[in-house]
């Protein structure tokens, strides 16, 4: 007598690595509330970054790509958890987890320092309207450096906000790429 034959698809695959839990269990673990928390502070990021004037596009364009990436990508992340899809994706949940907060660290702190290096270009920089006889004359003097930007204080704000909140999101991802890696590791 000869065996059934078995499907190779379900012999071919390892069962889904997942140690976090499914459904909104996830919320109350340390890596589901991080996860909502890089949700939240990278939508603010990306607002902030959104509502200010861009004066160095180059280099906010590369913020703005890696904040709404990193936004989508981490709530796709997170509803496939709360809705228990993950469970049926045949992959190692734990090494994806690590792999995709390690990328997601290296583009948030490289969007971080460009960020902050867009807020400093207006350090020192100031506008001082001087009236004339005849009419009035705008002076501004500026720092020394390759990049200048003139931002009034209200940009300035959002811009130093933006660089805020742009920290916290590279703290968030390496505290979840590292507590990843604990699991990946245990």
Known sequence: MSEPATNPAATSFPAPTISLPLGLEILR????????LEIVFGGLVWILV??????????QGWVMFVSVTTFFLSST??????TGLADRINTDWNFLDVVYHFTALL???AAF?????TTAANGGAHIKITPNSTETVMCITYPRGNIFTVLDQRQY?????????AFVVTLCYGCSMFMGFKRWRM
Not at 29 to 36: P, R, V
Not at 157 to 165: D, E, G, K, R
């Open 77 to 82: 992340y997170l509803a496939l958890f709360i």
């Open 107 to 109: 583009f948030y702190f």
């Open 50 to 59: 959104a509502s200010s004037n861009v004066p160095v596009p180059l280099l």
């Open 29 to 36: 673990t340390y890596s589901g509330a991080l996860i909502s």
């Open 157 to 165: 704000s959002i811009n130093v906000a933006a660089t805020i909140f």
């Open 113 to 117: 320092v460009l960020e902050a290096a």
